[in-house]
Nanobody, 119 residues
């Protein structure tokens, strides 16, 4: 399994930017599609963005298209999420994990990183 640790969260004003990082351990990171997920208080965890193993394909939740960019560096076992023009509705705990998991049954989440967007 891929073990992960997220970082880079913080508190910003609307319109601000943050760059999240996901450091992974294990020898399968570089061959697996990975994803960023988020969970706001009282809401279900949702997929935010996905990137395939060689970065040639990405997918974004409609709510973040044009504002967020997912990327990865397999040599560093690290994935990133560049978040621009942040909105209050982006506030959530952000997690990384392999793509294609069943969110409600996956039990290998990292600690997550908190993003707060408020004026």
């Amino acid at each position: 399994q891929v073990q992960v640790e997220e970082s880079g969260g913080g508190s910003v004003q609307p319109g601000g930017s943050l760059r999240l990082s996901c450091k992974a351990s294990g020898d399968t990171f570089g061959v697996r599609p990975m994803a960023w997920y988020r969970q706001a208080p009282g809401k279900d965890r949702e997929v935010v963005a996905v990137i395939n193993w060689n970065s040639r394909a990405t997918w974004y939740n409609d709510s973040v298209k044009g504002r967020f960019t997912i990327s990865r560096d397999n040599a560093k076992n690290t994935m990133y999420l560049e978040m621009n023009n942040l909105k209050p509705e982006d506030a959530a705990a952000y997690y990384c994990a392999p793509d294609g998991i069943t969110i409600g049954k996956y039990n290998n989440w990292g600690p997550g990183t908190q993003v707060t967007v408020s004026s």
